[in-house]
């Protein structure tokens, strides 16, 4: 790889990143986004203490060739670094599927290596007008809708994820639902969120069994998380 991978941490061995794959997940460095609940704010610098070798890691995947079925780019949001589209060939050649966890900051890109993906998990904000009230960047909003888009058309597997933080208006919630749905989404996970010591903090919709019965005959499926 000609340039550097800024790999913040690795989980060798999950069952929850790529829905039916035993994966692992290399956290990429750098976000700029800053939402209000992120919980992996030590990943947001583009410049960490120190990165794990790519060498490292790939010889680490490469030992477990025959136990992994795929390799997660999370984050951060790993499509700020440019890097990414080699670090993907790389785990393609060893054999194993490519998963990515993307917030869409990055349309542009995005569009570059989606045909190299065999799994998103996209991560929704907010309504896309109201990004800035989740997203500490202002107009991000349309940039993740672009990039939904863009994912839609690719027809790589996806989920979209949204954390409900309790500051999110209900009513914000089902525009935002209703829009993906018609813009295409199938499958939707509704997230539940925690504060800085791990504790949920219950948004009110998910105690709105009726509204959440009615929200889901927009998807194929709909599921709630955490
Ligand atoms: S997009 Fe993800 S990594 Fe970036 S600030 Fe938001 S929650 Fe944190």
Known sequence: ME??????????LTTVDYPGHLAAVIFMQGCTWRCKYCHNQHLQSILPKESLPWEDILNLLSSRKGLLEAVVFSGGEPLLQDALADAIADVK?????????????????????VSSLDWVGFDVKHSFKDYDKIV?????????????????????????????HESIETSSIVEVLKEISSMGVKQVVLQKCRDKNEKVVEHPIFSDKLLLEDLSKYFDSLSVRG
Request: aromatic share 4%.
């Open 136 to 164: 500490s960047v202002p107009n991000q909003g349309d940039l993740a809708r672009k990039s939904l888009e863009i994912l839609i058309a690719s027809n790589v597997d996806f989920e979209v994820r949204m954390t409900l």
């Open 3 to 12: 340039q550097k991978l800024l790999v913040g941490g690795i989980i060798s």
């Open 93 to 113: 050649k060893l054999g194993f599927k490519v998963g990515l966890h993307t917030a869409g900051a990055f349309p542009d890109k995005l569009a570059k290596i």
